[in-house]
């Protein structure tokens, strides 16, 4: 997904949290909604876009194993592999590292790809309705994504999925493990956005418009 299309945890945020324990011990465990503001800002920071990839802010697509820009029409493979690192909203990184596969016209500034990589969080912070959240990887989250792009602009369902798990904490609290199995996904036609899956023992559906 590219980063203006990224899933933004927004003030039309809504939350529906399903077999939660309404007596949540905030000392060991994630509130339900704090839970699902996490699960949503973590997918949100793993949003990706071309640049990211290192194939250029306006689709300039480059030839596996090239380093040199190609100037056919004809859509070119891709198969590289890429790391990024992102600043986290309260302090700390991310750092997400794999591969891509697929192809790219650089003449009609289409791009579709799908990145197979490894999320590893240092120290990363965010703001959630239990207060700041810190999260590391132990050890780390899977992850994909798929990204469509035709004629510059996104095209059909954009996707992700994290599966692993880390540890949390709360202020200078022991770290606590989680484990994670989220899929999310993003309509450019309706500008929907969903997180669904499992998060820290918590059943999340997060669905927002953009």
């Given at each position: 997904m590219i980063r203006k299309t990224s899933l933004i945890c927004s003030a039309g945020l809504l939350l529906t949290v399903a077999g939660c324990n309404t007596s949540t011990d905030l000392s060991t465990s994630l509130s339900p909604s704090a839970a699902a503001k996490l699960a949503a800002s973590m997918d949100a920071s793993s949003s990706l876009g071309a640049a990211d990839f290192g194939l250029g802010a306006t689709v300039a697509i480059r030839a596996a194993g090239s380093g040199a820009t190609v100037a056919a029409t004809a859509p070119v493979a891709i198969n590289k592999t890429f790391s990024v690192t992102k600043q986290c909203p309260q302090g700390g990184s991310v750092v997400i590292a794999g591969t891509i596969v697929g192809t790219g016209d650089?003449?009609?500034?289409?791009?579709?790809?799908?990145?197979?990589?490894?999320?590893?969080?240092t120290g990363c912070a965010f703001q959630t309705d239990d207060g700041v959240i810190t999260v590391n990887g132990t050890p780390n989250i899977a992850y994909t994504s798929h990204l469509t792009i035709v004629n510059g602009m996104l095209?059909?369902?954009?996707?992700?999925?994290?599966?692993?798990?880390?540890?949390?904490?709360?202020?200078?609290?022991?770290?606590?493990?989680?484990?994670?199995?989220?899929?999310?996904?993003?309509?450019?036609?309706?500008?929907?956005?969903?997180?669904?899956?499992?998060?820290?023992?918590?059943?999340?559906?997060?669905?927002?418009?953009?």
């Amino acid at each position: 997904m590219i980063r203006k299309t990224s899933l933004i945890c927004s003030a039309g945020l809504l939350l529906t949290v399903a077999g939660c324990n309404t007596s949540t011990d905030l000392s060991t465990s994630l509130s339900p909604s704090a839970a699902a503001k996490l699960a949503a800002s973590m997918d949100a920071s793993s949003s990706l876009g071309a640049a990211d990839f290192g194939l250029g802010a306006t689709v300039a697509i480059r030839a596996a194993g090239s380093g040199a820009t190609v100037a056919a029409t004809a859509p070119v493979a891709i198969n590289k592999t890429f790391s990024v690192t992102k600043q986290c909203p309260q302090g700390g990184s991310v750092v997400i590292a794999g591969t891509i596969v697929g192809t790219g016209d650089q003449a009609t500034r289409s791009l579709t790809v799908d990145a197979t990589a490894t999320r590893t969080d240092t120290g990363c912070a965010f703001q959630t309705d239990d207060g700041v959240i810190t999260v590391n990887g132990t050890p780390n989250i899977a992850y994909t994504s798929h990204l469509t792009i035709v004629n510059g602009m996104l095209s059909g369902l954009q996707t992700q999925t994290h599966k692993g798990s880390f540890t949390w904490a709360r202020g200078s609290g022991s770290p606590i493990p989680c484990v994670v199995d989220l899929a999310s996904q993003y309509d450019p036609a309706t500008r929907i956005a969903t997180v669904k899956g499992t998060f820290c023992d918590k059943t999340i559906n997060v669905t927002q418009t953009r």
